[in-house]
């Protein structure tokens, strides 16, 4: 009796479950309606050193089956409206039955700042060495950091890039977001055993606001010459001498060129006739910003 008892309750318990389990299918099946998205009225503004998930916020979603959706919430894009860090996220949510639905909201990084290239070495190759015009080049950028793979270079006038003489090259990198940059920068070829020295500058591409003070000699760092390596950190040293050629008009926004010519004397204290020159080369691109 007992026994009997026991499977008729297992029948009812199966019965039942599979009862809701197919009104639950049922209801799936039958559910076309989408979730909906709430945004907060308040304004979007995040930094862009934020997690994603600071776009997320004052965004919820609900849905007439499954209730609350919040948790299926994701951000499928970012696009860039304004270079002053204007944003358009567009959401998407989800529920159960596999229903989406999409959202847009306007919002802005405060912080934004477009992405710059960087310069690991000047742009002056000898004409005897083969050379990869981007191989000094990167970028780096607010938001995706070090994007120096997007660095895309094109080539201004019929000249090779590899003959004597200026070249004018224009780069030109994307972001996550879809800014893209350009900037044409000068790429100097060079004679071999012109300079028998070699001059390090601290920076060989700098970015500075309109108006701001340019003082060229800052930029020196490091004079090598026969294996000995002298700094010029602190200003020339005794026997030293900077020529420069290159004005930069910090009033007027552009790309302005900077050439150094650091010549060292090794003075023969006996005998003036016996002193040696070493003179070293670089130059420094300065981009005075709008």
């Not at 006038?157 to 972001?175: E, P």
């Not at 701001?212 to 004079?223: G, I, R, V």
């Not at 060129?257 to 060292?264: D, L």
Request: glycine fraction near 6%; charged fraction near 25%.
């Amino acid at each position: 009796m007992k026994k009997r008892n026991w499977l008729l309750l297992l029948l009812i318990v199966l019965c039942l479950a599979a009862f809701f389990g197919y009104r639950k299918l049922d209801q799936l099946r039958t559910d076309t309606r989408a979730p909906q998205i709430h945004i907060d009225e308040q304004p979007l503004e995040v930094s862009v050193r934020d997690d994603k998930s600071a776009l997320l916020a004052g965004v919820t979603a609900s849905d007439n089956v499954d209730g609350d959706v919040t948790a299926s919430l994701v951000v499928e894009r970012v696009n860039l409206t304004d270079s002053d860090g204007s944003i358009s996220v567009s959401y998407a949510a989800f529920d159960s039955a596999g229903n989406v639905a999409k959202a847009k909201r306007e919002g802005r990084y405060t912080d934004y700042e477009c992405p710059r290239f960087t310069l690991n070495a000047p742009l002056v190759y000898t004409v005897d060495h083969s050379f990869d015009v981007l191989s000094n080049v990167g970028a780096v950028d607010a938001i995706d950091g070090d994007i120096q793979h997007r660095v895309r270079a094109t080539t201004k006038g019929t000249s090779s890039i590899m003959a004597l003489g200026s070249h004018m090259v224009q780069f030109q990198v994307t972001n996550s977001l879809g800014d893209t940059v350009s900037e044409t920068f000068p790429v100097e070829v060079i004679s071999s055993g012109i300079y028998n020295a070699a001059l390090e500058l601290t920076d060989y591409l700098v970015y500075l606001p309109k108006d701001a003070q340019f003082y060229p000699a800052q930029y020196l760092k490091s004079f090598t010459w026969l294996g000995e390596q002298d700094s010029l950190a602190g200003g020339l040293p005794t026997d030293y001498s900077m020529r420069t050629r290159g004005t930069v008009q910090t009033g007027y926004p552009g790309v302005y060129t900077v050439e150094y010519r650091v010549t060292f004397t090794d003075r023969d204290e006996k005998n003036p006739d016996f002193d040696r020159k070493y003179t070293g080369y670089s130059k420094l691109i300065v981009v005075v910003e709008g």
